[in-house]
């Protein structure tokens, strides 16, 4: 699912016009270049890698269905994070609708290739994180993945989940603390007491990465932190965390999966 050796690479849209002029090659181009941030996603968001598959498979072949309804509103990707967002919504459904008897297929078998943090540097970290991740409700952890993960802007994210630019810089200062918090133990480890009269340096970071304060708030900001190590070290924990957000953001579509996808993709071109 990659574009021919040694062949220049095409613009998103040059792809998605030859794509849809029945170019099998451009369409199989273009749906690599999105695969990875679905399987991603679809790994975080259902927790089971055997769940994500079928996911990234299901939004692939929607992609390649629907993609004359692309209208370029957004970009690529935002559309389909939206479409595998759908796609895990509709496989949570079938899983808690489905049998007693099914049970026992609900149960996340270990997955048998290297998780993506434990590609990303620290296993312990890589482990805590997974379990700070996996413990954030839906809501939060979807902002998390887009934003900080999949690396879209607040208004792309907003329109992936459907929601407003607020709606997710608020989720995703609380997402973030929420992070920070469960990482504490690993990346705070001899954290001195707040002194009193602190400020929200942790949500005061990330409002700042959203561009939300001002120069002058910035300043003050800045300048606590040169006097206060717990507050340094509190907002050190919290870039940690994201620096660990963006290494997920490297894993790549396993081979064997992109194999059964690739298969997928012909089959339903050529029916």
Known sequence: MTAASGAPPRNTSELVASARA??????????????????????RMCKNA???????????????????????????????????????ARKRRWLKNRPADDAEALTTKPDPEPGPEQRAGDQELAAALS????????P?????????????SAPETAR???????????RLHRAREN???????????ARAATAGGCPDVVTLWSRKLEGELDQADC?????????????????????????ACHRIGTDTVPPEVQARVKAAVRTWAGR
Not at 140 to 152: K, M, S, T
């Open 50 to 88: 055997h769940d994500a598959d079928d996911i990234l498979q299901d939004t692939l072949l929607n992609i390649a269905g629907h993609l004359q309804d692309f209208e370029g509103r957004s970009s690529l990707s935002t559309w389909a994070l939206a479409l595998a967002r759908s796609a895990c």
């Open 219 to 243: 300043e003050a900001m800045t300048e606590h932190l040169r006097g206060c190590s717990a507050c340094s070290t509190a907002c050190d924990a919290l870039k940690q965390a994201l620096l």
């Open 179 to 189: 992070l920070r918090d469960a990482l504490r133990p690993l990346l705070e480890p």
């Open 140 to 152: 939060y952890r979807e902002v998390v993945l887009l934003r900080d993960v999949e690396g879209l």
């Open 131 to 138: 379990k700070a991740l996996e413990a954030l409700a839906d």
């Open 22 to 43: 029945g170019n099998r090659e451009a369409l199989e181009e273009l749906l690599a270049r999105v695969a990875p941030s679905i399987h991603r996603f679809g790994l």
């Open 160 to 170: 992936a989940l459907g929601v407003s630019v607020d709606a997710v810089k608020s």
